[in-house]
Nanobody, 125 residues
Framework: QVQLAETGGGSVQTGDSLRLSCAPS????????IAWFRQAPGKEREFVAVISWSAGNTYYSESLKGRFSISRDFSKNTVDLQMNDLKPEDTAVYLCAAGVLGSSDYERIYWYDFWGQGTQVTVSS
């Protein structure tokens, strides 16, 4: 069992940066990959990025790569999502998730067994 807690959401303006943190806990969380997804009102949940906790390998949504960056912080035991040059279309609830991934299709929701409650990010123009 893995518990996930997101922090760092808020309201910002276009072009601003924001850093989200996901704190995984539980006796086995280090075996998992930790991902960020987002969900805007009326839209499907969208994959953002994923990182292997143990190996540090990363994989990004092609549309967000370059503006968003995922990383691990061992001192805080968090997975962070650095978001730069934010746009109104980035407005969503951002959720972190944990799963044991296969060899491909990391953006598929079915890989992820555990989810956090989410944190709201609002970008105004």
């Amino acid at each position: 069992q893995v518990q996930l807690a997101e922090t760092g959401g808020g309201s910002v303006q276009t072009g601003d940066s924001l850093r989200l943190s996901c704190a995984p806990s539980g006796p086995t969380f280090s075996r998992y990959s930790i991902a960020w997804f987002r969900q805007a009102p009326g839209k499907e949940r969208e994959f953002v990025a994923v990182i292997s906790w143990s190996a540090g390998n990363t994989y990004y949504s092609e549309s967000l790569k370059g503006r968003f960056s995922i990383s691990r912080d061992f001192s805080k035991n968090t997975v962070d999502l650095q978001m730069n040059d934010l746009k109104p279309e980035d407005t969503a609830v951002y959720l972190c998730a944990a799963g044991v991934l296969g060899s491909s299709d990391y953006e598929r929701i079915y890989w992820y067994d555990f989810w956090g409650q989410g944190t709201q990010v609002t970008v105004s123009s």
